[in-house]
């Protein structure tokens, strides 16, 4: 998942992916016959293990289907780039794990 996040997200604050369309290319990758239920789930165990080098993972639940989220652990880049896009109150109610304050 790492691999790919940095293939996407690169230099960009935030990268968004349908989880099926992940689901399907890690399964691809990794030959995994896992549900989305299941995908979803162990999405939402590395969300709260919080151990991706460089980036954050949420998962926005707001509308069908779902997305994860990769975000830059760079607090200044991130706060930056939530204010372009005008994009507190929807990061605001990702699943989400961490914090806007500090820089890590």
């Not at 998942?1 to 989880?19: F, V």
């Not at 991130?78 to 994009?87: A, C, N, T, V």
């Amino acid at each position: 998942m790492y691999e790919l996040a940095r293939k996407h997200t690169g230099d960009k604050a935030i990268w968004k992916c349908d989880i099926e369309i992940l689901r399907q290319n890690l399964r691809q990758k990794s030959g995994s016959v896992q549900t989305l239920r299941h995908f979803r789930s162990d999405v939402r165990d590395i969300i709260k293990r919080d151990a991706l080098p460089d980036y954050r993972v949420a998962l926005d639940t707001s509308g069908k289907p779902h997305r994860i989220v990769f975000y830059t652990r760079d607090s200044k880049t991130l706060m930056k780039e939530l204010q372009h896009i005008d994009g507190f109150i929807w990061f605001e109610q990702l699943e989400w794990q961490g914090t806007l304050q500090a820089d890590d």
